[in-house]
């Protein structure tokens, strides 16, 4: 994994001494509130409905365990004992004091972490294929690209006030595992014709309350022409896009407005004449940085399946580890979705219990995934019972990957200022009742996603069954929308019809499995069913 440098320390460094005497200025009343708001959002430092909530930056998901170990320690000593992990492959600590907050960055600083550029309208954490780096279907590691992408965004004097925030996903698999499509630019590590690597470019995608999904403007550029291809598609936007209206502001926006055709070209005439400028780093810069991802040193002629004579552990392989490219070995998931529990939300303890687990089974490295999880990506299959027996004593072994009690949920009204709906227990609602009645491993692949607001940071758009809680008369009311999906066949759900109430919406849930298990053909998931039959059959369940 990337390490820091004179530079980036000494940037990072700086940073928390500016936000120190910008803190102790508010404190002592030197500074208001609204003068204060955008220097704390420049370092992450959100007001929420009832404390200060951070966001910590985790490039491309990567951490080692120190860092981890660091991460449950902020919770303990400044937190309430816990943090969660987000869609962003980021963590959130959601119970802050102002006067701890420089501390708290020191922290971080002390183990090459911050919460630069986790919010405000610049280039936010760029994310990644979560299994990247150990994905048996990947062509390279993307994570090379996503570091060489933070290095140049971070602290932009061009893009630092873009008209609204700006998102980075990079991939290099034909599998999608990390909403590319649904990011304002979506990057594709690709072969041409040739067997020349090169950049596929997606640009204008999103969600919120006007989701759209990123046509591909560029199918390849060189990679020695990224960075001033990224950012021909960033001056194109800062010069265009919308600042007299938050709402219209996403570069999704400009690119529809404009027109595919005609946002291309003028992407390309700034390429072109940047080109001239010669303002690429170097591709020796690009193999520094490819240094810090070289492959651990994997063991040869090791087992390749485990004994399934415990039914747990089997169905929890089965389930939670995905195929690597190194024989013997798997990712091995590692769940924070347990039955009736708080999705995406992990204690100090369990953050500790993972930074061990991740040194002594995973050559010290862990991973943010994009589904709330954490995930150990190069674990050998012969330890594979020993790491789930310490997961289930510790209440993470939950085998769920990919099921319908694997929701992803977005804080909601329990804490953020802009819901207007509690997410956190509906999610709870649902994995209890589907746990209670055994059908999880019936329904197979089915991923549930619900928001607490039009903001979509729960994904709902690119649920297979998507939730969107609304205000209502002064109620809190859910939607159901159904047929998203994140993946590479990406597509946006649709709103079956008037919404429901907090059990409403449980007992929704579960009459649209009805539907899907009463028409599924062999081997089709729900997505696969939803879009053979149409909406009509689940309108007809839902309101007769």
Not at 245 to 261: S, T
Not at 384 to 401: M, V
Not at 497 to 502: K, L, S, T
Request: glycine residues 8%.
């Amino acid at each position: 994994m990337y390490l820091y440098d004179q530079y980036d320390q000494a940037m990072v460094d700086a940073r928390v001494a500016e936000f120190r005497d910008q803190t102790e200025r508010r404190l002592k009343g030197a500074l208001s509130e609204e003068q204060f708001r955008p220097l704390r959002l420049m370092n992450g430092l959100y007001l929420q409905l009832h404390a200060y909530m951070l966001r910590v930056a985790v490039p491309y998901g990567t951490l080692n365990s120190r860092q981890m170990h660091a991460l449950a320690d902020i919770a303990d000593k400044y937190d309430r004992g816990y943090g969660h992990f987000t869609t962003r492959q980021n963590i959130q600590y959601n119970w802050i004091r102002l006067e701890d907050a420089p501390d708290i960055l020191a922290d971080l600083a002390a183990v090459e972490m911050h919460a630069i550029q986790t919010s405000g309208n610049c280039i936010r954490n760029i994310s990644s294929d979560h299994f990247a780096g150990a994905a048996a279907d990947e062509l390279v590691d993307p994570r090379p690209y996503a570091e060489l992408l933070r290095q140049w965004s971070s602290f932009h004097p061009e893009f630092s006030y873009l008209p609204r925030k700006f998102k980075f996903a990079v991939i290099a698999s034909d599998t999608d595992r990390a909403a590319m499509k649904l990011h304002d630019i979506g990057i594709q590590i690709v072969r041409n014709h040739a067997g020349e690597l090169g950049a596929s470019f997606y640009v204008g995608g999103g969600m919120g309350r006007t989701p759209m999904i990123a046509p591909c403007i560029r199918d390849f550029v060189p990679l020695d022409q990224l960075i001033t291809y990224a950012e021909a598609c960033l001056r194109v936007y800062n010069r265009y896009g919308r600042r007299d209206n938050k709402f219209k502001a996403r570069i999704k926006i400009l690119v529809h407005e404009l027109g595919q055709d005609e946002y291309t070209r003028q992407v390309e005439a700034e390429f072109a004449h940047m080109l001239e400028q010669g303002i690429e780093p170097p591709l020796a810069e690009l193999e520094r940085i490819k240094g810090y991802f070289e492959q651990p040193v994997f063991e040869s002629g090791l087992a390749a399946d485990f004994d399934r004579s415990d039914p747990d552990f089997a169905l929890w392989a089965d389930r939670n580890t995905h195929a690597h490219k190194a024989a013997g070995y798997v990712s091995a998931v590692i769940s924070l979705k347990p039955v009736g529990g708080i999705p995406g939300d992990a204690s100090a303890a369990q953050m500790h219990l993972m930074a061990d687990l991740a040194r002594e089974y995973s050559f010290d490295e862990c991973r943010v995934m994009h589904t709330q999880n954490i995930v150990l990506p190069h674990v050998r299959i012969a330890d594979l019972h020993a790491l789930w027996t310490q997961l289930e004593a510790a209440g993470l072994g939950s085998p769920n990957l990919d099921t319908i009690e694997d929701i992803i949920a977005c804080p909601g009204l329990d804490y953020c200022s802009l819901a207007n709906a509690r997410s956190i227990p509906i999610a709870q609602k649902i994995s209890q009742r589907f746990a209670q009645s055994g059908r999880t491993a019936e329904l197979g692949e089915l991923k549930l996603k619900i928001s607490g607001c039009i903001n979509a940071c729960g994904h709902h758009h690119a649920g297979h069954i998507g939730i969107l809680g609304v205000d209502r008369k002064g109620k809190e009311n859910y939607q159901l929308l159904l047929g998203g999906s994140e993946a590479q066949d990406t597509s946006l759900a649709k709103i079956t019809g008037p919404g429901f109430d907090e059990d409403g919406i449980v007992n929704a849930v579960e009459k649209a499995t009805d539907v899907y298990l009463a028409n599924r053909a062999e081997g089709e998931r729900f997505l696969d069913t939803y879009r053979r039959i149409g909406m009509e059959p689940f309108k007809e369940a839902l309101y007769g």
